[in-house]
């Protein structure tokens, strides 16, 4: 599998049409996996917000009163209302806030990043990235895309890419029922695809300053497996959610 990135691309402004864009600079192959970064789908969407556009309510204010004293630095309740509104659940509430967003996504502060938005304070993540990917999918000679974003992951230092939208293939592949080389057959392996497209495609992206949000695979296959959609956890089956609406932090 090749990876590459979409050379030359310009400032995203809303309206944007990024099929377009993608298409004006690389010849694309059918098979090909677009992968966009969240923060172009964003910004072409219109998803910019101002911290005055989330009067803070009481419920903000607690909680970025916890944070500042906790961290030590000044917290702004606007953001933590912001925080709340783009969210369906407050997972944790400190050291950090971790939300579910309103499409099942579970991460730091809803997503919603202070980098690299010029003209506005805050850019939310795309209300419903699926359908994102496949208005962009629509306009390609590409039959793949994936919307990607960065986050931390449980039990590890550090960040990688994810999948938080697809269009043209399934979330995963299914191999339960296949064997193994010695012939076991497998019971539990479900292989989330998007996401490990998306972490390959974060690697070519970067992070920064580096203004290559697209990244094209080629040559990915995914064969006669069966695919599912399902990538987030529910509630039931997602013991490590469970295990922390019991706990609170401790300073």
């Avoid at 192959?29 to 556009?53: I, N, Y």
Wanted: charged content about 30%.
């Amino acid at each position: 599998m090749e990876l590459f990135a979409v050379p030359d691309l310009p400032e995203v402004r809303p309206g944007d049409d990024l099929a377009e864009l993608v298409e004006e600079r690389v010849d694309l192959r059918p098979d090909d996996v677009v992968c966009v970064a969240s923060t172009v789908v964003s910004k072409a969407e219109g998803r910019h917000a101002d911290l005055d556009d989330f009067p803070a309510g009481p419920r903000a204010r607690e909680i970025a009163a916890t944070l500042e004293e906790l961290a030590g630095e000044e917290k702004d309740p606007r953001f933590a209302q912001a925080v709340l509104e783009e969210s369906t659940d407050l997972v944790m509430e400190a050291p950090f806030l971790l939300t579910e967003t309103r499409f099942g996504h579970v991460g730091v502060n809803a997503g919603i990043d202070r980098s690299n938005v010029a003209d506005a304070d805050l850019l939310l993540l795309p209300k419903r990235p699926s359908e994102s990917a496949e208005r962009i999918r629509a306009g390609l000679s590409a039959d793949r895309v994936v919307v990607t974003d960065t986050c931390g992951r449980p039990f590890r230092h550090g960040q990688r890419g994810v999948a938080i939208g697809w269009a043209g293939m399934p979330a995963s592949r299914d191999w339960r029922g296949e064997h193994d080389r010695d012939g076991r057959e497998m019971g539990v392996t479900v292989q989330s695809v998007v996401d490990e497209l998306a972490a390959a495609a974060n690697l070519v992206a970067g992070e920064g300053a580096g203004g290559t949000p697209v990244v094209v695979a080629r040559g990915f296959e995914f064969g006669d497996l069966g695919g599912s959609d399902n990538l987030y956890r529910d509630l039931d089956g997602d013991f490590v959610r469970q295990a922390l609406r019991g706990w609170s932090f401790d300073g």
